[in-house]
């Protein structure tokens, strides 16, 4: 399930089950969205990106799911691994070239 | 390619004590971008340069200086170090343009201010 930690949204989930990370932004000008991992001691790194004129795009063992509507993004993992844990970002652009803003994240942990 | 780099690692420093944090990229990108990390707040970016010879203000730039030294290069300084200053910063850049904004980040630089 997904509980809130000190400093971070946690999310624990079964070695094996899909996760789902979700990420509300304000900015209905936001036109471009990405999410970030980032493993313990390292930088984030990239997973994936959707524009605002699509809804969903995959890659691989992920899914981007994007509601303009209610201004909401998701995160869908399967099949996750132990190598999956790690602290999810989500970012958006909304105005000022090549700047985005970052969420606060979402820590997942995986359960061997 | 070694990506972003950043120098040093690792700073202890005492508060009105300066200092530069170095970063690299050999990824012949345009923009740079500096970030500070604390828990609980996400990255918060301090300075940006979309692209050689132009820098700007982020959303946390009191108390830092930038200087995109060339095309590689894009360093931020600390003049009078705080305590509130105690953070991870993280360089990061990207290509520029309209067509992607992904950005490639450094392994970050742990300070702390005593």
């Known amino acids: 399930g997904e509980s809130v930690g000190l400093h971070l949204p946690t999310l624990s989930v079964q070695e094996g089950d899909n996760s789902i990370i979700n990420c509300a932004y304000s900015n209905s000008a936001s036109d471009y969205f990405i999410w970030y991992k980032q493993e313990s001691g390292k930088g984030p790194q990239f997973i994936i990106d959707i524009r605002s004129n699509m809804d969903k795009r995959q890659g691989q063992r992920v899914t981007v799911l994007l509601n303009k509507t209610v201004k909401h993004l998701s995160l869908q993992i399967a099949a996750t691994q132990p190598g999956d844990s790690a602290v999810y970002f989500c970012a958006e652009k909304a105005g000022g070239y090549q700047k985005v803003t970052f969420g606060i994240g979402t820590k997942l942990q995986v359960i061997p | 390619n070694a990506g972003v780099t950043q120098t040093p690692k690792f700073q202890v420093l005492k508060t009105g004590q300066s200092m530069t944090l170095q970063c690299a990229q050999d990824m012949n990108h345009n923009s740079m971008y500096w970030y500070r990390q604390d828990p609980g707040m996400g990255l918060r970016l301090i300075y940006y340069?979309?692209?050689?010879?132009?820098?700007d203000k982020g959303e946390v730039p009191n108390g830092y200086n930038v200087s995109r030294l060339n095309k590689r290069e894009f360093s931020l300084r600390l003049e009078s170090a705080a305590p509130s200053q105690t953070s991870v910063y993280f360089c990061?850049?990207?290509?520029?343009?309209?067509?992607?904004?992904?950005?490639?980040f450094g392994p970050g630089t742990r300070l702390t201010v005593t």
């Open positions: 990061a850049s990207s290509e520029g343009g309209i067509y992607s904004y992904e950005q490639y």
């Open positions: 340069s979309a692209s050689e010879g132009t820098t």
